[in-house]
């Protein structure tokens, strides 16, 4: 870790697992990055250098975000199929999403400005908007049963969803001893991507050379931003280089969606 000074000054050393991917985040107040135990997550206090460490998953870290305001920690694993997320300080797990059932490369995690949804992308070429579960206070902290009550804000609609309402699989998430995957919590909205797997090489289309210097050798893909708190953005590299913009929308049926709005080519042909 460095200061911005002129020229910049060390100022912490810290280890990790392999770090292939460069999987760092930067908050008003911490840094979070790869433990040196597969899967771990570091959680650093910059004024203090006091450390602190989420075991997140059993397999290694692929993918990682951290809210604007530095409170809550989206994780993915190399398996793909589950996003967790935690409070940054109490490092407690605070919500568990699932993307699908089958492995996945998870391309990118992405936290809206307003902290109320989390944007994911893989190789399946979909993209999945979840609502972002948020640590509350234990005054607010309402317990029923198994079922645990999270605050969520939203430009689309306030409204207090109880964690359980996000069932894919509706009254079969209720049933005893059924897999987990029925009562797991599932993205409100999902929609198609543009992915090319071909890596950009002087071979032209078929070209299997890897890019030097990238994990996998394939240009990156699915990479997100929002533009706004209903806007965003996915960038692919390569030789079909593109964005796509995708708007949040509340249809007649009043669910929302996720829909494409336009798209672009940067890389002339």
């Not at 967790?84 to 809206?112: K, M, N, P, Q, Y």
């Not at 949804?117 to 509350?136: G, Q, R």
């Not at 950009?200 to 990156?220: D, F, S």
């Amino acid at each position: 870790m460095y200061t911005f000074a002129s020229p910049p000054e060390k100022i912490s050393v810290f280890e990790t697992a392999d770090n292939p991917l460069g999987l760092c985040c930067l908050g008003p107040k911490i840094l979070a990055f790869p433990g040196r135990t597969p899967g771990h997550v570091q959680i650093v206090e910059i004024a203090t250098g006091n450390v602190s460490i989420i075991p997140a998953h059993s397999s290694p870290l692929r993918a990682m975000n951290l809210s604007s305001d530095g409170e809550t920690l989206a994780t993915a694993s190399e398996i793909g199929t589950l996003v967790r997320v935690f409070s940054t300080s109490s490092c407690t797990r605070i919500g568990e999403l699932r993307r699908g059932v089958d492995h996945a490369a998870i391309f990118s995690l992405a936290i809206s400005p307003n902290g109320a949804f989390l944007a994911v992308t893989s190789d399946k070429a979909t993209l999945h908007v979840f609502d972002l579960p948020h640590p509350i206070s234990n005054s607010q902290n309402k317990v029923v049963g198994n079922s645990r009550s999270y605050r969520y804000s939203s430009t689309l609609q306030n409204i207090q969803i109880e964690d359980g309402n996000n069932h894919k699989w509706g009254i079969l998430g209720k049933i005893p001893l059924l897999p987990r995957v029925f009562s797991d919590v599932y993205s409100f909205a999902s929609t198609h991507i543009e992915i090319d797997d071909e890596p950009q090489t002087a071979l032209g289309i078929g070209g299997t050379i890897p890019i030097p210097g990238i994990p996998g050798g394939k240009a990156r893909k699915g990479i997100l931003g929002w533009k706004d708190d209903r806007t965003i953005l996915v960038i692919g590299a390569g030789r079909d280089g593109r964005w796509e913009k995708f708007v949040l929308v509340e249809g007649e049926d009043g669910k929302r969606h996720c829909v494409r709005n336009g798209w672009k080519r940067y890389l002339g042909t």
